[in-house]
């Protein structure tokens, strides 16, 4: 049965001139039967499109064959090579550990006066409250004045503002050797010994 979404190629003394061309563009209407476009030259087109695990397979080529009422498109798939999916999964998995790390969560400190105060963390924070610091020095005063992750601003002496901008930045230290070390252990994974297929490696990879 021809649809609007019916394609053909068009086929000339046995050659295809033309591939998957839609239905609107052979110049016949719908209801006309498989005989008039074959007569015509306009051959249906049987795509044999493969479904594939993209993880493990990879279509490298395709070709079409023409028969008595039709073109068949076939396509060539091959089994990506171990150490090549080992290399994706790997990038992969780093990717998606990049991708999920939070180093910049919010730091809830205790601080004397003030009870528990949050702030934002991160690098960037820990280097703002550097610069509110050496600022403070730099104008001759000893009140430091720091923002909270509400948005609250509060005073603080000189050895206050120092010991929360540590407490932030060690904790941003530590979430990022969290991350390289999750990174060391996925690039360290090799197929053999611990790991003898690329399916173990994987297990291991995705268990990181």
């Known amino acids: 049965m021809i649809t609007k979404d019916t394609k053909?190629?068009?086929?000339?003394?046995?050659?295809?001139?033309?591939?998957?061309?839609?239905?609107?563009?052979?110049?016949?209407?719908?209801?006309?039967?498989?005989r008039t476009y074959i007569d015509k030259g306009w051959y249906p087109l049987e795509d044999n499109a493969p479904t594939i695990d993209s993880a493990t397979q990879r279509i490298t080529g395709s070709s079409y064959e023409v028969q008595v009422d039709k073109v068949v498109k076939s396509y060539t798939v091959i089994t990506i090579p171990d150490e090549e999916q080992l290399s994706i999964a790997k990038d992969t998995k780093i990717q998606e550990i990049k991708s999920t790390t939070?180093?910049?969560?919010?730091?809830?400190?205790?601080?004397?006066?003030?009870?528990?105060?949050?702030?934002?963390?991160?690098?960037?924070?820990?280097?703002a409250i550097n610069?509110?610091?050496?600022?403070a020095q730099m104008n001759g005063s000893s009140v430091i004045k720091l923002w909270d992750y509400y948005d609250k601003l509060r005073d603080y002496t000189e050895l206050e503002a120092f010991e929360i901008g540590k407490e932030i930045a060690n904790d941003y230290k530590d979430v990022m050797e969290i991350r390289q070390n999750r990174i060391t252990a996925v690039n360290e994974i090799e197929i053999g010994g611990t790991y003898p297929t690329i399916a173990d490696a994987k297990i291991a990879i995705d268990l990181i």
């Not at 000339?12 to 006309?32: H, P, R």
């Open 8 to 34: 053909f190629c068009l086929v000339i003394d046995g050659i295809i001139n033309k591939y998957n061309v839609t239905q609107s563009k052979t110049g016949l209407g719908v209801n006309s039967t498989i």
């Open 102 to 127: 939070i180093s910049n969560a919010p730091v809830t400190i205790n601080h004397a006066t003030y009870g528990d105060i949050t702030y934002n963390g991160g690098d960037v924070s820990a280097s």
């Open 131 to 135: 610069g509110a610091i050496t600022l």
